[in-house]
Nanobody
Framework: VQLVESGGGLVQPGGSLRLSCAASGFTFSRYAMSWYRQAPGKERELVAT????????NYADSVKGRFTISRDNAKNTVILQMNSLKPEDTAVYYC????????WGQGTQVTVSS
């Protein structure tokens, strides 16, 4: 299993970023996918989850209405569209899949600052 995140960077408050996670090594369309994040000095937290076919999503209260998770099963990719970003969204964002055990990507840094 390999998960490779991309799309992080520095953005001003109120801005947007689009994170991508390219998955390989497993049958992507059979598994729910999640995004987590970890800010400095804090525990890793669940941001969003999408079911295997993309029919259902769940979000942390802190990102509801601002973030959207989606997936393209033909391209083995899961996307996190982040709008109206706030400084408290600053963190390393990780892609995650649970397939008997949990697998993590290497993470991508998102920094929201003026």
């Amino acid at each position: 299993v390999q998960l490779v995140e991309s799309g992080g960077g520095l953005v001003q408050p109120g801005g947007s970023l689009r994170l991508s996670c390219a998955a390989s090594g497993f049958t992507f369309s059979r598994y729910a996918m999640s995004w987590y994040r970890q800010a400095p000095g804090k525990e890793r937290e669940l941001v969003a989850t999408i079911t295997s076919a993309g029919g259902s999503t769940n979000y942390a209260d802190s990102v509801k209405g601002r973030f959207t998770i989606s997936r393209d099963n033909a391209k083995n990719t899961v996307i996190l569209q982040m709008n109206s970003l706030k400084p408290e969204d600053t963190a390393v964002y990780y892609c995650y899949v649970h397939k008997r055990v949990g697998y993590w990507g290497q993470g991508t840094q998102v920094t929201v600052s003026s």
